[in-house]
């Protein structure tokens, strides 16, 4: 082989070294959840559909505008987190399910990627947005999890939107308690990850927990690194499903490890964990994940998961049942 030809395979071996798999940074990303669950599109209605959709772009819309703004990932999440709490159709805030004794204990959580800081709140039942006592307690005390009526406490001293227990009560979600007194729960919970235009990543998830799940339980999505995590140097999750398996199986984090340690793209890192060892299991739902380069994945291994996405290079869509 002579010199040139030898310089040539040297520096083509060089620059297929170099290329990473996922080289192209989007200047902004954004994906949510409205909650996975095994759902058959014959259980609902056209009008349904045309509802969920709609809740799911007016969340996405706000939160694609203020990336646009150059708003930070932090509050783009808790900004998008609070629009799903607020809509009755979404297990999270208004609109959550019951405990089995007949009481809306709400869980959430918050984490800003760019410090590793995380605040969450879990079993409250007396404040309005439940995302926004999580970035309380993120910011201003020096804890990461408060829990029940030390969280309300601790909300009202600081100025948080407390609400009557009953604003919780939906007439739905009474029957669905109901029925499931009966017969097994189906999912639901909120999420939202975001990229924004510095660079930094966040997560935040809110829920009502589990249908008819004991009073006093506690799921997933207050404890970092099982369903909410976020991470800089990696990504930011957001979970839904059955959270007993999303706890043991650290899942958020456990996504973000196999960037970190094994250099898996996002959408390698969730589908191992959803599809693999969730899936092996009967930890039955799904994840919205963002990476450091705005690339975005959406991995269940239920039959469905509200769901919408958006980055600066114009991919977006909304979506509810998998294709
Ligand atoms: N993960 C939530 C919990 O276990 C519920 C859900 O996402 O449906 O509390």
């Given at each position: 082989m002579n010199y040139t030809l030898k310089l040539l395979l040297l520096f083509l071996i060089v620059l297929s070294g170099c290329?990473?798999?996922?080289?192209v940074k989007k200047e902004w990303a954004i994906a949510l959840h409205g909650g996975a669950g095994n759902m058959d599109k014959s259980q609902f209605s056209e009008e349904d559909i045309r509802l969920y959709e709609a809740g799911l772009q007016q969340a996405l819309d706000l939160g694609k505008n203020a990336l646009k703004d150059g708003k930070a990932a932090v509050d783009v999440v808790e900004l998008v987190v609070q629009n799903l709490e607020d809509n009755?159709?979404?297990?999270?805030?208004?609109g959550s399910v019951f405990t089995n004794d007949g009481r809306n204990e709400l869980d959430a959580a918050i984490m800003d990627g760019r410090n590793l800081n995380a605040g969450a709140v879990a079993?409250?039942?007396?404040?309005?947005?439940p995302v926004s006592a999580a970035r309380l307690v993120m910011e201003?005390?020096?804890?990461v999890l408060l829990i029940g009526k030390g969280a309300s406490v601790y909300a009202l001293q600081n100025n948080i939107e407390m609400v009557d227990?009953?604003?919780?009560?939906?007439e739905k979600r009474w029957q669905t308690l109901q029925r499931a007194l009966q017969n097994a729960g189906k999912n639901g919970t909120v999420g939202c990850v975001a990229l924004d235009s510095e660079g930094n990543l966040a997560a935040a998830t809110s829920t009502g927990g589990m249908?008819?799940?004991?009073?006093?339980r506690v799921g997933d999505v207050p404890i970092i690194g099982a369903g909410t995590y976020a991470n800089n140097n990696t990504c930011a999750v957001s979970a839904t499903g059955h959270g007993e398996f999303f706890i043991r199986y650290t899942v958020a984090h456990d996504i973000s490890a196999l960037i970190e340690y094994k250099g898996y793209t996002i959408a390698e890192a969730a589908t191992a964990v959803v599809n693999g060892k969730l899936s092996n299991e009967a930890g039955n739902g799904g994840v919205i994940g963002v990476n450091k380069y705005g690339n975005v994945t959406l991995a269940m291994n239920s039959t469905g998961m509200f769901r919408a996405w958006a980055d600066a290079n114009g991919d977006e869509g909304v979506a509810i049942f998998k294709e």
């Open positions: 290329q990473t798999k996922e080289p009755p159709l979404f297990n999270a805030g208004k079993g409250v039942g007396d404040i309005k947005n201003k005390s020096p804890h227990s009953s604003y919780f009560y939906t249908n008819n799940k004991r009073y006093g």
